[in-house]
């Protein structure tokens, strides 16, 4: 449940959801096997065993995951093969293979072997906070998290999301918390960080279990180094490691948090349903304070921009918290 990673997306401010029509246009995209020739599949499935629906739905907050399976097949088998079927052509036949028919030779393997490839899975988990505006997926990679944003544009078009831009550049403001000593607001300076020299080929430091404020840490960006991952800790709760991509690495909920958790109830469901509420709500109130450490969002995606339409379902949602998104 907890996530480990974070990627976040900007809602646009004209786009409401109604999570009826969401959840029917994602289980008309459901998960299926990788078969025959396909070297991948992707498809929408419930986010927990005990779910039957793949979207959940609770006081604003929906959660849905992705699943992908992709067909192993590694290039050196491929290989082994080709080189065994070009030495029976060259020896029964007594002349060499030319460079066109290596390649047809090559598909045709590929072809024969696919049907019969291991298969690996994966899965991406994210969830949509409408109270504020964000989608938040459970990934640390770019390429994972713009794929189900792909996805849910495809399911239901064209769900409008857009990397954050915002009016400091993660890697200057990381820069000034670590000239200075101190991180903004609820955060503090943890123990590891990452500098770079701005130049081509520039030397790289990466320092880990070190006081972030340490003099020699200074002395790095008095020679002309920017920061490009700082650790941080934000309230005593949230764990995790910042980079200049504006996403969230190696988040850790602190103690207070899995105990707050724990104490919600027995059984898998309630159990489940408190844990995302109380992750959802933390993680939520984290970006909002680093988004306002980075100077804002720009004006075209500024919190004050989030339709109408949502802060009327908000406000209908505080009073009966079932209440469908419109």
Known sequence: ???????????????????????????????????????????WVSPAGHLDSPLFSQRGYAMLSLRREDKVLPAGVIRDHLDSKISQIENQELRKVGRKEKLALKEQITDDLLPRAFTRSSRTTAYIDR???????????????????????????????????????????????????????????????ELKDGSENGAVVRCTRIDLTAEEIRQHIATGKQVTRIGLIWRERIRFVLTDQLQLKRLQFLDVLQEEASQAGDDMASLFEATFLLMAEELGELVDELVAALGGLEDSQRAANVPTAMATASASTESNPDVPWD
């Open 1 to 43: 449940m907890w996530f480990k990673q974070l990627s976040f997306f900007r809602l646009d401010e004209n786009f409401a959801i109604d999570t009826d029509k969401l959840a029917d246009c994602l289980s008309a995209r459901p998960f299926q096997r990788c078969s025959g020739l396909d070297w991948f599949s992707e498809g």
């Open 131 to 193: 109270q504020r505006g964000w989608l938040m997926v459970d990934s640390g990679t770019a390429s994972k998290a713009e794929s189900l944003v792909s996805q849910l544009r495809e399911a239901l078009p064209p769900f409008p999301a857009a990397l954050p831009r915002t009016a400091l550049s993660p890697h200057a403001a990381m820069t000034d918390w670590l000239a200075s000593g101190e991180a903004p607001g609820g955060f503090e300076l943890d123990a590891e960080c």
